[in-house]
């Protein structure tokens, strides 16, 4: 059984918008992907693929978090 990192997201600024209007995310991601340890750039992709839930243009822009 891989090992699991527990993690608490919080969205303001409006960016709880895009995640269903929830600002708080409890999410377990694996400590080690594809033989990398998990980084942000992981955990981005996967609040993206796993909780998102609209505009995903508003939140990554080429592969890392969208800054205006």
């Known amino acids: 059984m891989a090992a699991i990192i527990s993690l608490n997201v919080e969205f303001s600024g409006g960016l709880e918008l895009l995640f269903s209007n929830e600002r708080k995310h409890s999410v377990k991601v694996p400590r080690v992907n594809e033989g ?3 980084d942000l750039a992981y ?5 993206r693929d796993n909780l998102l839930k609209e505009r995903a ?5 080429d592969g890392t978090v969208y800054v205006a």
Do not use: G, M, S
């Open 43 to 47: 955990l981005i992709h996967y609040l």
């Open 57 to 61: 243009e508003l939140f990554v822009e």
């Open 36 to 38: 990398q340890p998990t």
